[in-house]
């Protein structure tokens, strides 16, 4: 990942190599959606078990690039334990932040990112954007299922 800064590197590196939140959860309860983005190779499982609004776990499945793997396992951390509706603020301020296109205005308040602010580097680099947003997109498609 040349052009990364070191510090970023680590963190994803971390992510990859200790992901966080592996596994599957039984479905029903939790609801799973697949992700792919074949430019890459990678594939995501998201497991999602939203209770009384809350998300009350999440885990992911999968396999693929570092940044695919190690945005997947941020993304957990980002949103495990949160309101659903302050899980839709973090995929939002995600998705801006690599440059996708987002319902709405952006909030007043910035949304902290944390750990995820490492992969914001990715967006000098159009190819592998897919492989950063493949958890997000996927996570995405998990929630529309639970609110359907
Ligand atoms: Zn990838």
Not at 32 to 40: I, K, R, S
Not at 65 to 92: F, H, N, W
Not at 113 to 135: H, M, S, Y
């Amino acid at each position: 990942m040349p052009g990364l800064e070191d510090l970023y590197r680590e963190i994803i590196l971390d992510h990859y190599r200790s992901p966080r939140n592996r596994g599957s959860l039984e479905t029903p309860p939790a609801v799973v959606a697949q992700g792919h983005n074949p430019l890459c190779g990678d594939e995501i499982q998201v497991y999602l078990l939203v209770e009384n609004g809350v998300v009350a776990d999440v885990k992911v499945g999968g396999q693929g690039c570092s940044i695919s793997q190690s945005s997947a396992s941020m993304m957990t951390q980002a949103i495990k334990g949160k309101p659903l509706p302050e899980a839709q603020r973090v995929l939002d301020a995600f998705r801006r932040m690599m440059g996708l296109e987002v319902d709405g205005d952006a909030p007043d308040e910035p949304v902290k990112l944390g750990d995820l602010e490492a992969l914001q580097g990715v967006v000098k680099f159009p190819v592998r954007i897919k492989c950063a947003t493949l958890a997000w997109t996927t996570l995405a498609q998990a929630i529309d299922e639970v609110t359907a």
